[in-house]
């Protein structure tokens, strides 16, 4: 039986590649850009990046905020040097920007009174001072001292939920804070 002679794939692309002028085409090549392209600048080409975390969950991501010079933020993206998140944000990560920069965000105080209908804004310091006077309003009704004969020097009427971007130093005092109290359900969101 006759062997057919071997198509010389190279020898054709070559012909191709003169024929169709590929080089000027295919592959990384500059002109593949058109003017506009080239002239288009990255949303975050003149931000600062300053290194933050994400604010959801306890995988703890570190970000990169991009700030203008008049401290407008711009974008937020996965910061690469992170050994946590290599660059990467998760679906919920990645709308950290959409969550600071919207206009359906709420930027004061809300406090509903017993019984009202309607929200009312707040000044900060007004609410800070309420919810401190009902911690130790709570904490005085259901303080225990004993219970079968036993110290045991807790409330069960607090409990406290702290957050992912609490750093040590933040969680060192609030667990101290309500240990102090004799708050004994304390948890701290998510956990890996
Ligand atoms: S919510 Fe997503 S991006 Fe944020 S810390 Fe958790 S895994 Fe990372």
Request: aromatic residues 6%; hydrophobic residues 35%; charged residues 25%.
């Amino acid at each position: 039986m006759a062997i057919k002679p071997r198509t010389d794939l190279s020898a054709l692309f070559d012909r191709a590649k003169s024929a169709l002028r590929l080089d000027e085409r295919i592959g990384e090549k500059p002109n593949l850009a058109s003017k506009r392209t080239q002239n288009l600048k990255g949303r975050v080409a003149k931000g600062k990046p300053v290194v933050s975390v994400c604010p959801y969950c306890a995988v703890g991501c570190s970000t990169l905020a991009y700030v203008s010079d008049e401290g407008k933020l711009l974008d937020v993206e996965g910061n690469p040097d992170s050994p946590v998140n290599g660059g990467h944000l998760c679906p919920k990560g990645s709308a950290i920007f959409g969550l600071t920069v919207n206009n359906a965000r709420w930027t004061t105080a809300k406090y509903r009174a017993p019984y009202a209908t309607e929200w009312e804004d707040k000044p900060l310091p007004w609410v800070m001072d309420r919810i401190a006077a009902r911690v130790i309003e709570s904490r005085e009704r259901t303080f225990v001292r004993e219970k079968d004969g036993k110290r045991v020097n807790h409330t069960l009427g607090i409990a406290s939920l702290g957050g992912a971007t609490f750093g040590c130093e933040e969680n060192y005092l609030l667990g101290k804070l309500m240990h102090s109290l004799g708050v004994v359900s304390i948890e701290n969101q998510a956990r890996i």
